[in-house]
């Protein structure tokens, strides 16, 4: 599984942003505060520069929080292990989306959901397409400081469920955002191209956007083919799509600040997805319309089109896909079942 935010850095311990702060009160108890605790993800995209990542660290800790530094699944998991002994009632997670798939999924798996932490989530990645329905991106000491310093009424917090993957090659995974087909294959491309840059590539905010433009670029000079996996899709409510299929996407998020928005508004339940065949019926020119969510009557499965919401679906034959711009392998002679998780509640100024 390529894991590009998850790379760790051994040159520093856990917990060394404790150490790195400009907090005049920087030497207050590391016991902290029971309730409160920080993941913050050093090397993610955002919080590598202008040192936010101590800063945000100082922040957490003038509210008596206790702050864990990690860049890898083994660190956050054990983080959360720590921190969950302690009753915390609120998490803050400064990454991407990467950190935050790890994060929810771990909860959702070893609490109830009547115990999950409250979440304040700091955009730190490159893309955010998930954190930033959740989070914010800016000026993170001082949103974080309003945040944690404000009464409850003050603050407009958001819940969000998750999607559930269960999968004998994932176990039980969750996130808010699953693609496959032609757009999983897109999030790895650029994966492996920033991955392969070390300099503009990797430092600059608009370097995914560029790296997606790249790809399609590619595909229109006939450099680069898609492959356009079989596939088997059954929703509740829905129906169901069989054939070589070039889009796969599934999400539980509100999007409302996203100009693109592709799904249906028919069905019912917390998962939104939109598959789409090959040969679909006029799909090159409704392709804008798909983009800002129209769908007419007749985009039905028998012309190409299944979209809008459902409460459980599964794929059958699907060999790859991403969660949250994290990158999974499947065995494709079991079927991926997808169902609405856990709801967690995101606090925001």
């Known amino acids: 599984m390529h894991n590009p935010e998850r790379a760790m850095s051994r040159d520093r311990p856990v917990n060394a942003l404790i150490e790195e702060t400009d907090s005049p009160d920087s030497s207050a108890s590391v016991v902290g ?12 995209f955002r919080m590598s520069l202008r040192d936010r990542a101590a800063r945000s660290a100082a922040r957490v800790r003038a509210h008596h929080g206790e702050v864990f530094e990690v860049s890898g699944l ?11 002994q302690r009753s915390i009632k609120r998490l803050v997670i400064a990454g991407g989306d990467g950190t935050l798939q790890a994060s929810v999924s771990y909860l959702a798996r070893h ?24 989070g914010t991106q800016q000026h ?32 039980r995974q969750y996130g808010f955002f699953m693609a496959g087909a032609m757009v999983d294959e897109v999030i790895r491309e650029v994966h492996q191209w920033s991955a392969g840059h070390a300099g503009w590539a990797r430092r600059h905010h608009a370097a995914s956007a560029v790296g997606v433009a790249r790809v399609g670029l590619r595909a229109l000079l006939g450099r680069h083919r898609f492959t356009l996996p079989q596939l088997d899709i ?9 054939g070589h299929c070039r889009f796969l996407v599934v999400t539980t998020l509100n999007l ?21 065949r090959r040969g679909a019926r006029g799909l090159w020119w409704r392709l804008p319309g798909i983009l800002g969510g129209r769908f007419s009557d007749e985009m039905t499965p028998p ?5 809008g919401r459902a409460d459980q679906l599964s794929v059958q034959h699907l060999a790859s896909l991403t969660l ?7 065995d494709p002679s079991q079927p991926l079942i997808l169902r609405t998780g856990p709801v967690f509640r995101f606090l925001r100024p």
């Not at 001082?142 to 090659?169: C, D, F, N, W, Y």
């Not at 012309?303 to 979209?307: F, I, P, T, V």
């Open 140 to 171: 993170f000491p001082a949103t974080l400081e309003k945040i944690l310093g404000s009464a409850p009424g003050l603050l407009q917090p958001v819940e969000r469920a998750t999607i559930e993957l269960s999968h004998p090659s994932l176990g």
């Open 33 to 44: 505060d029971r309730s409160l605790a920080a993941l913050i993800n050093p090397l993610s």
């Open 111 to 134: 609490l109830p959901a009547d115990q999950l932490p409250e979440l304040i989530v700091l955009s730190a990645g490159r893309t955010n397409y998930v954190a930033s329905d959740v």
């Open 74 to 84: 083994a660190e956050i998991e054990q983080a959360l292990e720590t921190a969950m």
């Open 303 to 307: 012309a190409g089109y299944l979209s």
């Open 234 to 242: 059954e929703a509740s409510d829905l129906g169901r799509l069989s």
């Open 324 to 330: 949250d711009g994290q990158e999974f392998d499947l």
């Open 256 to 276: 409302e600040t996203s100009r693109v928005v592709p799904y249906a508004n028919r069905g019912h339940g917390a998962l939104r997805l939109t598959a789409i």
